[in-house]
């Protein structure tokens, strides 16, 4: 009886330990890196909330400069923009990519948005198609009228404020 019950239970502690997510990937699989490569943008939070602060207190100094809300009117310049993970693999997955380049723009409302590429080896920036437009019909030979080219930039983060849960 003893020998039965051990062979019930192992294969579902086995099963049971194997199907467990890893910490903090919430049962996404973890996308590889090199941790050398990544350590070189490693700094301590404390050093990023200095930054911030620094950033923060800038910004205030610069609209007490200016005329009243100009820089909130010609630049509504977030705290920061999220982009979700999805957003992060489409620029990783173009070909040759090594790298995410982040651009500052400013739409035609002066709202500032930040704008991701994919980066090659050499640092260049990558414009190709990100994402098919599956609606789209495509026909051999013939360009789409309104469209100059086919590549395409991320954009459109979650802004901060109004929508922050930061550590910073």
């Given at each position: 009886?003893?020998?039965?019950s ?9 099963i ?6 890893t ?12 941790r ?5 943008h490693?700094?301590?939070i ?16 610069l ?5 009243a809300?100009?820089?909130d ?20 997955n ?7 380049r ?14 991701l590429?994919?980066t090659?080896s ?5 414009a ?17 009228a ?8 991320m ?13 910073l």
């Open positions: 009886m003893k020998h039965q051990i062979r019930i239970i192992l294969p579902i502690i086995l049971m330990v194997m199907t467990q997510c910490p903090g990937t919430h049962g996404d699989k973890p996308i590889p890196f090199d050398a490569k990544a350590s070189l490693v700094i301590p404390e050093d990023a909330r200095a930054y911030r602060k620094g950033f923060v207190a800038g910004k205030r100094e609209q007490a400069k200016l005329p809300n100009y820089l009117s010609a630049f509504n310049l977030p705290d920061a923009e999220l982009f979700n993970r999805d957003a992060f693999a489409a620029l990783l173009v070909k040759g990519a090594r790298g995410i982040i651009y500052l723009g400013k739409d035609e409302k002066g709202t500032v948005r930040m704008i590429l994919p090659d050499a640092g260049a920036d990558i190709t198609m990100l994402i098919a437009n599956e609606k789209a019909v495509h026909v051999p030979g013939i360009k789409s309104n469209a100059q080219s086919d590549a395409q930039a954009e459109s983060g979650q802004r901060c404020p109004p929508l922050c849960k930061s550590a």
